[in-house]
T-cell receptor, first 114, second 113 residues
Framework: NAGVTQTPKFRVLKTGQSMTLLCAQDMNHEYMYWYRQDPGMGLRLIHYSVGEGTTAKGEVPDGYNVSRLKKQNFLLGLESAAPSQTSVYFC?????????????FGSGTRLTVV | GQQLNQSPQSMFIQEGEDVSMNCTSSSIFNTWLWYKQDPGEGPVLLIALYKAGELTSNGRLTAQFGITRKDSFLNISASIPSDVGIYFCAGLNYGGSQGNLIFGKGTKLSVKP
């Protein structure tokens, strides 16, 4: 039972490069989320999705785009990476009913932009 | 927007000590959750609280949903080395932003040198 799987686990990008982070969940969850974690800042919501084909902005959406073409996958894209996007990115999912029973998190992607 | 104030920001523990941390808000929440994050991993749900005044245990961990619905507490009894990590509180207000969880900034538990 894999839960939430994030790929890749580590990545180094040059400023201006683009990349896509993939999140996959096998729990048939409706809701999926992308967070970034920076020292002293806790978890900040970037974008989220309440179902296949839907996306919405979170607290810090600028510089990121997302897509949810399939229920089990949620992609986070950086079109032109900036050093300020150096962070650890976490994907999470939850069943319908939103956050009532908490989120299941992936193990994170550590991204460094140089 | 809604914010959760989590304290302390960090603390050092010695094996066998009891640990307390809390989370407060100016807003009312209907659900409180406590997560633990081990180094290099994602947060894992420890305890969920759904009713004001509720007290719930998970092994050596006990959490309480404050009676005012604006705070929550987590206690760890007889701490052991594997308790180190970052503990996050999270709250849900059904009337809030699309029902998404609001996270505190975390309490980092380390071992006393």
């Amino acid at each position: 039972n894999a839960g939430v799987t994030q790929t890749p686990k580590f990545r180094v990008l040059k400023t201006g490069q683009s990349m896509t982070l993939l999140c996959a969940q096998d729990m048939n969850h409706e809701y999926m989320y992308w967070y970034r974690q920076d020292p002293g800042m806790g978890l900040r919501l970037i974008h989220y999705s309440v179902g296949e084909g839907t996306t919405a902005k979170g607290e810090v959406p600028d510089g990121y785009n997302v897509s949810r073409l399939k229920k089990q996958n949620f992609l986070l894209g950086l079109e032109s990476a900036a050093p300020s996007q150096t962070s650890v990115y976490f994907c999470a999912s939850s069943s319908s009913g939103g956050a009532l029973r908490g989120y299941t998190f992936g193990s994170g992607t550590r991204l460094t932009v140089v | 927007g809604q914010q959760l104030n989590q304290s302390p920001q960090s603390m050092f523990i010695q094996e066998g000590e009891d640990v307390s941390m809390n989370c407060t808000s100016s807003s009312i929440f209907n659900t409180w959750l406590w997560y633990k994050q081990d180094p290099g991993e994602g947060p894992v749900l420890l305890i969920a609280l759904y009713k004001a005044g509720e007290l719930t245990s998970n092994g050596r961990l006990t959490a309480q949903f404050g009676i005012t619905r604006k705070d929550s507490f987590l206690n760890i009894s007889a701490s052991i080395p594997s308790d180190v990590g970052i503990y996050f509180c999270a709250g849900l207000n059904y009337g809030g932003s699309q029902g998404n969880l609001i996270f505190g900034k975390g309490t980092k538990l380390s071992v006393k040198p």
